[in-house]
T-cell receptor
């Protein structure tokens, strides 16, 4: 069964802290996605990775194909980063989602 | 602006009354898909479409129908809604957005079936 495991489930950080969210998946994925969902419910795609590392502003996403593991890092966290972060694996044309990480950044 | 438009945003209906949730994208993407999001179960794929007239089941297709007669539109049809289809629904397309390649999601449709 194609599964995606995400940790931690909940994360509270102080403003300015470095944050890491982890995601592991089964073999055979074509890509790994990181999504952000704000309290209003809308979903935004942050990264799509098939290898290596991508950076956008304070967000960095990495993937290790051999270990079947991806991480999302947020540097210098800010209260506006508070959201649910979801990893999702592309198994062919199907997308399988992790349970999400609820991040709260306190000022 | 590159976007996926879903309508309606909120819908309350009664059991058995057929409904359609519309989804439209303006990016000429070939791939479109539908998902539902439920507390404790997360996001799950309902159906996807690789192109016009090409659709396939996701993980939870029971009780849903889709059609893809035009590239830009991918409606989700509930022929006989039941209370267990009360959920938050998202449509998405996948492709080049002009900035990067990936998924673009609609704003969501909160459906309540009573």
């Amino acid at each position: 069964k194609n599964e995606v495991e995400q940790s931690p489930q909940n994360l509270t950080a102080q403003e300015g802290e470095f944050i890491t969210i982890n995601c592991s998946y089964s073999v055979g994925i074509s890509a790994l996605h990181w999504l952000q969902q704000h309290p209003g419910g809308g979903i935004v795609s942050l990264f799509m990775l098939s290898s290596g590392k991508k950076k956008h502003g304070r967000l960095i996403a990495t993937i290790n194909i051999q270990e079947k593991h991806s991480s999302l890092h947020i540097t210098a966290s800010h209260p506006r980063d508070s959201a649910v972060y979801i990893c999702a694996a592309s198994y062919g044309n199907k997308l399988v989602f992790g349970a999400g990480t609820i991040l709260r950044v306190k000022s | 602006e590159a976007q996926v438009t879903q309508n309606p945003r909120y819908l309350i209906t009664v059991t058995g009354k057929k409904l359609t949730v519309t989804c439209s994208q303006n990016m000429n993407h070939e791939y479109m898909s539908w998902y539902r999001q439920d507390p404790g179960l997360g996001l799950r794929q309902i159906y996807y479409s690789m192109n016009v007239e090409v659709t396939d089941k996701g993980d939870v297709p029971e009780g849903y129908k889709v059609s893809r007669k035009e590239k830009r539109n991918f409606p989700l049809i509930l022929e006989s809604p039941s209370p267990n289809q009360t959920s938050l629904y998202f449509c998405a397309s996948r492709g080049w957005t002009g900035i990067n390649y990936g998924y673009t999601f609609g704003s969501g449709t909160r459906l309540t079936v009573v």
